[in-house]
Each structure stands twice: as C-alpha cells, then as structure tokens.
C-alpha cells in the first residue's frame, strides 16, 4: 500500500505560479507510475498530467500543456507539479495518484492509491 499526501496549493493571482509536492510513504514509489488529477466544484476528477516510474515519459493534458510541469524524486519518494501562468479555470482540489500498472495513465479508474488532494485557487 501507498500513502500520499499533497502539499503546496493556496491562493494565487492569473499569471502566478504554484509547486505542488506529493509526499509517498510505504511501498516503493519507484514501483508506481504516477498522476495528478484535479476536480473543480460541480465536475468530474480530470486527468491533469502524469509520468512513468522512471520518469522517462510525461503526459499532460491539453489545457495545461506548457504552463504545467510534472516531475518526480525517487530518492525522496516525492512528485511535483510546477504551475506556471495560473488561470481562474485552474482552480480546483489537485490529487495525485499512483498506478501500479503504468498503463492508461489518463484513466482515473486505473489509479489504485489517492492522496487527500490539495486546493488551488486563483483569482482574476
């Protein structure tokens, strides 16, 4: 099993910038793709970015392709996201999730472990 627990989200303006930490305990993390996710108020948990155990290969969604960046230390057992140019539409709960398999990384279902998630708002 594998605890996560985000870190680094808060109140930003338009064009700000924010770095999510997302702190594992338990199984190797190295083990485990990895994803974050986030879900607005009055929508559905979407896919955000993601990244393979190695690090090797990232994945980003459309509308946060080039201001977003994700990464990973598996040292540390830490993965990180780096908000840049923030947007009103960004805010929402940021999760981050780990996929056993390393397959459909954009598919929520195919997450097995969830931290709490984190709030991101940002003002206009």
């Known amino acids: 099993q594998v605890q996560l627990v985000e870190s680094g989200g808060g109140l930003v303006q338009a064009g700000g910038s924010l770095r999510l930490s997302c702190a594992a305990s338990g199984r190797a993390f190295s083990h485990y793709a990895m994803g974050w996710f986030r879900r607005a108020p009055g929508k559905e948990r979407e896919f955000v970015a993601a990244?393979?155990?190695?690090?090797?290969?990232?994945y980003y969604a459309d509308s946060v392709k080039g201001r977003f960046t994700i990464s990973r230390d598996n040292i540390k057992n830490t993965l990180y996201l780096q908000m840049n140019s923030l947007k009103p539409e960004d805010t929402a709960v940021y999760l981050c999730?780990?996929?056993?398999?390393?397959?459909?990384?954009?598919?929520?279902?195919?997450?097995?472990?969830w931290g709490q998630g984190t709030q991101v708002t940002v003002s206009s």
């Open positions: 999730a780990a996929n056993p398999t390393g397959l459909s990384l954009q598919v929520v279902t195919r997450y097995l472990y």
């Open positions: 990244i393979t155990w190695s690090g090797g290969s990232t």
